[in-house]
């Protein structure tokens, strides 16, 4: 009685037909655990991260610039006043405010923010560009910052210049479609947070949490950075 044929078990052989078959295509053998796995592959899975890091689809950019402070010409400023007109308070702008009037239309500021964020206030930079991305898939924080490889921070006043630019749920760099808009941002104390910006019809609603959680943003959300 004849056996039947033993499986192919050689696997530098069947590198190096492969190879001969395509000259023009780099092949590398896996290196294998004990227990016959792939060890990069349960390296990734034991991560968290997949092999294909791409997240982000990168967009168009867009450049922001405050005005710098008007001198009077007959009554120049205290350098104390200088001082004040080069910073940005948060607290002085983000307030819930949905009536015609308002500058940014905010309908809800997060508690988180408030204490973490409201409190800050930072030196009025000139113009900087901001730049929009698109999560392809369900990812968290931790993920986006890798990929955007340190230039995942910015500003709170980039955040009220790109709002402003939308006060009223106009159309523009930011989402409006009930999608978050997500900022990477430094709080008062000086701790990176993650901020996100939400059109809600009646107005804006601005969240805040933290970086290192398990919070995942939803695929289609609207990631700003420098």
């Excluded at 120049?76 to 239309?105: C, D, M, Q, W, Y």
Aim: proline share 8%; glycine share 10%.
């Amino acid at each position: 009685m004849r056996r039947p044929p033993r499986p192919f078990r050689c696997p530098a052989l069947l590198s190096l037909l492969m190879m001969a078959a395509w000259p023009d295509r780099p092949f590398s053998t896996p290196a294998m655990g004990a227990d016959g796995n792939d060890i990069e592959v349960a390296q990734s899975e034991k991560s968290g991260r997949a092999r294909d890091p791409l997240r982000l689809i990168h967009g168009e950019r867009a450049t922001c610039s405050r005005p710098a402070p008007v001198a009077e010409l007959l009554d120049p400023p205290t350098t104390s006043a200088l001082t004040a007109a080069s910073k940005f308070s948060a607290g002085e702008h983000f307030r819930e405010n949905i009536t015609p009037g308002a500058e940014v239309r905010i309908a809800w500021l997060g508690a988180t923010f408030m204490r973490r964020f409201a409190i800050k206030i930072e030196d009025a930079a000139g113009a900087t560009t901001i730049q929009f991305h698109t999560l392809l898939r369900p990812s968290r924080d931790q993920h986006i910052i890798d990929e955007l490889d340190g230039r995942h921070e910015t500003r709170l006043g980039d955040v009220w210049c790109l709002l402003k630019r939308q006060s009223n749920g106009e159309a523009g760099t930011l989402l409006i479609n009930a999608v978050p808009n997500i900022f990477y941002v430094r709080d008062g104390s000086g701790k990176l947070g993650a901020v996100d910006a939400v059109w809600g019809g009646a107005g804006w609603e601005i969240g805040a949490s933290p970086v290192d959680g398990d919070r995942l943003w939803p695929a289609g959300a609207r990631v700003l950075s420098r």
